[in-house]
């Protein structure tokens, strides 16, 4: 058998960071209230949540701009919280000017197996963003300190000393 057959090169979504390219498109279930983070100084703000991932089988961060956010949003008038329903996000486009995020709410929900509840839960979401909770600035209008380069974020509760973050795992 030939080594190409045995070995495929992990997605772009395969990491604790949902990272998506051009034509990606995920079903996600939201497993946690919205953060509001800030990346470097004058930057806008992103929002973050810890998702489990459908097709991936796994919990996982998802960061996104306004245009998720209020995708999102808007579909709480008639589907409920995002936590209560899965949605499908896909991406098109590759640069700052043509990329758009389209958020499409699935008929069909099915509830995340419990071992990706437990998963999502050990996911420390305000230290891998660097962020606050969304009700928190909502309450006091102040933004969380803009992340300075070369911080290294932590993702999980209790994560060992010796534990190394791979670039590549980072969303922006």
């Known amino acids: 058998m ?8 992990e997605g772009s979504g395969d990491g604790l960071y949902l990272k998506l390219k051009d034509g990606d498109s995920y079903r996600l279930r939201v497993m946690s209230e919205p953060a509001i983070t800030v990346y470097k100084e004058g930057d806008r703000p992103r929002y973050a949540w810890v998702v489990y991932n459908h097709d991936l ?10 245009s998720v956010y209020s995708q999102l949003a808007a579909l709480v008038e008639d589907w409920g ?10 991406r098109e486009g590759s640069g700052l000017q043509d990329t758009s995020y389209l958020v499409t709410p699935v008929k069909n ?3 995340p197996p419990k071992d990706g509840v437990a998963e999502a839960d050990k996911i420390d979401l305000i230290n891998a963003t660097k962020g606050k909770w969304l009700k928190e600035y909502v309450e006091d209008d102040v ?12 993702t999980v509760h209790e994560m060992p000393d010796d534990h190394e973050i791979n670039p590549e795992d980072i969303p922006f």
């Open 2 to 9: 030939s080594i190409y057959s045995k070995h495929q090169p």
């Open 57 to 66: 089988k796994k919990a996982q961060v998802y960061n996104a701009g306004v």
């Open 81 to 90: 919280e995002p936590t209560s329903f899965d949605f499908r996000i896909k």
């Open 109 to 111: 929900s099915t509830e």
């Open 143 to 154: 933004l969380p300190d803009p992340v300075a380069s070369g911080v290294k974020l932590d």
